[in-house]
């Protein structure tokens, strides 16, 4: 009798320790990721609802004006970002940092702070690396507190704020060029005999049309290694992006030939076509003294 009684308040400790690990939360927890460009952001933070309650009021128990707020519930709410970038224009470096707001019946303060363990109750401006002054919007009434990223480019976003009938949009900037470039010299420094390397940051200053020269001299390595269509299909379209049309028609030609006899059937479906689409229109394009063997062969009589 008394083994079974000790199983049973074992049992009965175990399930209380299982239920006290997963709780329900009036403010339940939330984590939203985004890429800009190649830089990673990542807010963590508790969703606070209005549950009839007026929020940003003068003495509300919700975020009153005047007063700082930990821009959500529970623990601090916090921004993280792989590189440096920019917050509402302010420099900042990467890392992880508590987000603070001031409400106000104007301008918002919103502030970016080091100290992203201690919260509110810590906070001290001296730790502060961005501080800016928002205008916020008006809008459709958002019951639960929700920070979302809008109006994505390459190299910015709006993270915003949303709650009791306002948004506050924070301009994020990223540097994605200057990065991706950095990327790319360190990954060819590192692989410089790698065929896949090569090709992939031809073809980013290829689709960017900058560092057109850099991108010639990288297609060619790649060729210098091995031929395949693939590289010199895209040498002849960074020829063709720098104007030089009669280097690029024999190239393309070449990558034709070089595709068919491959056997590929990943050429066959996709970039045959391609290849033979753009021939066709560059050729057209020819100065009239271009030898004519270069736009086609001529028929037999």
Known sequence: MKKHF?????????????????????????????????????????RPSLKGRAAFGPGSALAPLGTMWRTG??????????????FGGKNVPAGKYALFTIPNSGSWTVILNKDFKGGVYTYAQSNDVARVEITPVSGGTTETFTISFDNLTESSANLTLWWAGISVPVKLGVATDELTAAGIREAVAKNPEDQATLQRSAGYYLSKGTDLDQALALADKSVGIKETFANVWLKAQILQKMGKLAEAVPLAQKALD????????????????????????????????VPSKLKGKKKKK
């Open 6 to 46: 000790i199983t049973f308040l074992l049992l009965t400790v175990l399930a209380a320790g299982a239920l006290a690990q997963r709780m329900s939360a009036p403010s339940p927890s939330s984590t939203i990721q985004q890429a800009v460009g190649v830089t990673d952001f990542t807010v963590s933070y508790s």
């Open 73 to 86: 519930a529970n623990a601090a709410t916090t921004l993280e970002a792989s590189t440096d970038f920019t």
């Open 258 to 289: 070089l595709g068919a006899a491959s056997g590929d059937n990943a050429f066959n479906s996709n970039l045959k076509g391609q290849i033979e689409n753009s021939l066709a229109d560059w050729k057209s394009k020819l100065p009239a003294e």
